[in-house]
């Protein structure tokens, strides 16, 4: 007998967990690429002059991230989708037995991890998605649907999932952002002004559309306005039917999913640890 840990790729759920290792990997990179990134390139300021006189501030429009950041979000969205897709298919195996997808070609295209929006939608796939998982693991693909997060402030983690892999076929827009209190901006004008307002909410999070603070001259004078921030950028992409995903979220999105994943372990037979296998796969987890 021997106490050394079952060989990697010896559980069905090994190689979904991998992805979810490779996924994490990536959004460590990001992470860092970003962080470094945001070190050397600060927020510029630009003072626009209203037709009523004021001036008002706003972040300089020309700071763009590198595109290739973008491409990174959509290894770690291609990566996470896979995880899902390839636990669809352990969770198939396990109801149908290889030989039955094996000689059903049409029937294995349709394994896929669903991920439904709407209670009416489930029940309409019900009964087709039981066929192929089972009742038991239906009902905990049922628990990690969009829908039940109805009337919720989180996003659910798959609609999130989704949006961005939907969105990274196509296009995904970036863009320099800041969370920016009043403070933060420092106003030197050549002439004494009346007054300075903000025209955000603290640490709200802002793109260079949004006006920032509104300086008002002295009526009479013309005084030219100039305005400076040390504040480092914050990275954003814009995904379709979510909004603004910011890079500090996406280890959460990663473990969130990998949580979900984690669900599914009970319904195959234990080799070994979870905890151990995880941490030979290098996955993050809790």
Request: aromatic share 4%; with cysteine; hydrophobic share 45%.
């Amino acid at each position: 007998m021997t106490d050394d840990p079952p060989p990697i790729g010896a559980h069905p759920l090994d190689g979904v967990w991998a992805k979810i290792a490779r996924a994490g990997q990536h959004i460590i990179t990001l992470e860092r690429v970003v962080e470094t990134h945001c070190e050397k390139h600060l927020l510029d300021l630009v003072v626009r002059q209203a037709e009523d006189g004021s001036f008002v501030v706003f972040l300089h429009p020309t700071l763009k991230p590198p595109i290739h950041f973008a491409a990174v979000l959509g290894d770690i969205a291609s990566n996470l989708r896979s995880a899902l897709d390839q636990l669809a298919w352990q969770l198939a195996l396990r109801e149908l037995g290889d030989e039955c997808l094996a000689s059903d070609p049409a029937l294995a295209r349709r394994v896929s991890f669903p991920i439904q929006h709407t209670e009416v939608a489930w029940e309409a796939n019900r009964a087709s998605i039981r066929a192929l998982y089972g009742d038991e693991p239906t009902a905990v693909v049922e628990s990690l649907q969009p829908f039940t997060n109805e009337g919720l402030r989180l996003a659910n983690p798959l609609a999130v999932l989704q949006a961005m892999t939907n969105t990274d076929k196509h296009r995904v827009r970036m863009s320099f952002l800041a969370a920016i209190a009043h403070d933060d901006i420092q106003i030197a004008a050549s002439e004494e002004i009346a007054s300075v307002r903000s025209l955000v909410e603290p640490e709200q999070i802002v793109t260079h559309e949004t006006p920032l603070l509104e300086v008002v001259p002295i009526e009479g004078t013309t005084p030219d306005v100039r305005a400076r921030i040390e504040t480092s950028p914050v990275v954003c992409f814009l995904v379709e039917d979510i909004g603004l995903v910011r890079v500090d979220q996406l280890r959460r999105l990663g473990m969130d999913i990998a949580d979900g994943i984690g669900r599914f372990d009970r319904f195959f037979t234990p080799i070994g640890d979870l905890e151990e296998r995880l941490s030979k796969l290098a996955v993050p987890h809790r």
